[in-house]
């Protein structure tokens, strides 16, 4: 089955600094996606980056980029420069491949990591 | 560009009554999925539609239901609420369901059971 965990309920950071949120999954299958989203307190969950399993390079959004390391399962967020903004609750999380594995597409979420930005 | 909108924003109901919740899907997308996320926790898969029909369902019981209409927009249908059904319910769409294919979400409607 597919898992996907986060072993950070909460992290701190100051603004203007690097921070790093880690994820690791768990999955038999060769085809995958791995996303992460980014929700406010207002409730919105917001789609930040995209990494595939196939992909050779690693996944970069402006600040937003994913340290992909498929022999380890690992996929983690780093944000840069961060800002007062980037305060809020943020989900790794998985999709399957739509055919073969009986998997149409649903993503698996992690417990996320709140990341709160010091002035 | 239309988003994922949701309605209602809010909504409180009682032990035992029934809800209907809505979600029209971002301008060109055809598949809906519904999570629920209960307080400090994770989205959990409830299910999702494609060409008007249920294609996956998570653990959820039958008191669960949907419906997907011939212009992509849907409705969650949850019956005999219970006050475990306290959660936010958040609508995602997506083009087609590819793995490379992100799910957009809406904001989400705040359902609490009294």
């Known amino acids: 089955a597919q898992k996907i965990t986060q072993t950070q309920p909460g992290m701190f950071v100051q603004e203007k600094e690097a921070v790093t949120l880690d994820c690791t999954y768990d999955?038999?299958?060769?085809?995958?996606?791995l996303f992460w989203y980014k929700q406010p307190s207002s409730g919105e969950m917001i789609f930040l980056i995209y990494?595939?399993?196939?992909?050779?390079q690693n996944a970069t959004e402006g600040r937003y980029s994913l340290n992909f390391q498929k022999a380890r399962k690992s996929a983690n967020l780093v944000i840069s420069a961060s800002q007062l903004g980037d305060s809020a609750m943020y989900f790794c999380?998985?999709?399957?491949?739509?055919?073969?594995?009986?998997?149409?597409?649903?993503?698996?979420f992690g417990q996320g990591t709140t990341l709160q930005v010091k002035p | 560009d239309a988003g994922v909108t949701q309605s209602p924003t809010h909504l409180i109901k009682t032990r035992g009554q029934q809800v209907t919740l809505r979600c029209s899907p971002k301008?060109?997308?055809?598949?809906v999925s519904w999570y629920q996320q209960a307080l400090g926790q994770g989205p959990q898969f409830i299910f999702q539609?494609?060409?008007?029909?249920?294609?996956q369902r998570g653990n959820f019981p039958d008191r669960f239901s949907g419906h997907q209409f011939p212009n992509y927009s849907s409705e969650l249908n949850v019956n005999a609420l219970l006050l475990g059904d306290s959660a936010l319910y958040l609508c995602?769409?997506?083009?087609?369901?590819?793995?490379?294919?992100?799910?957009?979400f809406g904001d989400g409607t705040r359902l609490s059971i009294l």
């Open positions: 995602a769409s997506s083009l087609g369901g590819g793995v490379n294919q992100p799910q957009h």
């Open positions: 999955t038999s299958d060769p085809s995958y996606g």
């Open positions: 990494q595939g399993s196939y992909d050779q």
């Open positions: 999380a998985m999709r399957g491949p739509l055919h073969g594995s009986g998997n149409t597409g649903k993503l698996i």
């Open positions: 301008s060109g997308h055809d598949t």
């Open positions: 539609y494609y060409e008007e029909e249920e294609r």
